[in-house]
Structure formats: C-alpha cells, structure tokens
C-alpha cells in the first residue's frame, strides 16, 4: 500500500486567507515557500526556493488565520494533491498542492504562546470537552488508589 504524507518547513509569503463555503464550513488558504541549500560541484553555495499552497479546514483553519502571519516559519503536514483543470483558451494545468492535517509555528527560531481552544468535536467522533481550568479536587474525594478524573 502506498503511502502519501509530506511534511515541508517553510515560510509563509502570505497571511492565511480565511473563506467560508456557503454550509458555513470554515477553509484556508495557505502559500509557503521552502528554501533549499546546497553546495554546488566548485564548492559554491546555491539556494533553490519551491514554492507550495495548501489548504486547511474547520477549526484547524480559522485556528491558522488567527494564529499565523506571513513571514511566519510554519511545519506543515499533510498529502499530496493534483489538481488538473482546463483554461478558457483550451490549455491545459495542473498544480500539486498540499491538502494540510497539520500545521504550526517552528520553534527553532521562535517562541509561541499556545491557547488551547474549546473542541466542538472532530473527525474520530469526539463531542464537548470539559474545561481543563475546573477548579481543583483534593484527592481525598476519590480514596486512595483512585485519580482524580
């Protein structure tokens, strides 16, 4: 079985652009460049930029467009996409872009501070969560060999 996932560290050219499908479902746009170093045969550096769209949906996109700006150092991973479509002229195009499960700031060269956001539900099924911040329990309410969750 074949197996398609990518993951790319790049730059954002772009702030994330945030749509909504008329459903009222939330989707990103993502552009991010991925700069390549190397040394040619005379010993000389080279440097080669690709450059990649992706694209994210519900809370993981608006988390992005709230979160993300351009400039920003991003790891990014996902699958593989090709688009074709055919122009107005008859020419034919194609684009491979990256449809994102995952996306956030690196940490290499940077700090983020990270809120949390409240889950509303998500693909395996999962409802409401309750809030972490809930006031504390002492232990004693659970016995002795019982956690307190």
Do not use: C
Request: hydrophobic content about 35%.
């Amino acid at each position: 079985m074949a197996a398609n996932h990518v993951t790319l560290i790049g730059n954002l050219v772009d702030d994330p652009e945030l749509r909504f499908t008329p459903s009222g479902v939330a989707m990103a746009k993502v552009r991010f460049a991925v700069n390549r170093r190397y040394q040619d045969r005379n010993g000389e550096w080279q440097e080669d930029t690709s450059f990649f769209g992706g694209t994210l949906w519900r809370d993981a996109a608006e988390n992005a467009a709230e979160s993300l700006t351009k400039g920003a150092r991003v790891i990014v991973t996902g699958r593989l996409e090709q688009r074709n479509w055919e122009t107005q002229d008859g020419e034919k195009r194609s684009v491979v872009e990256v449809a994102i499960d995952e996306i956030g700031p690196s940490l290499r060269w940077a700090t983020a501070a990270v809120t949390k956001s409240p889950r509303s539900g998500d693909s395996f099924g999962g409802g409401s969560q309750p809030s972490v911040a809930a006031a504390p329990v002492a232990r004693d309410e659970y016995g002795p060999d019982e956690a307190p969750f």
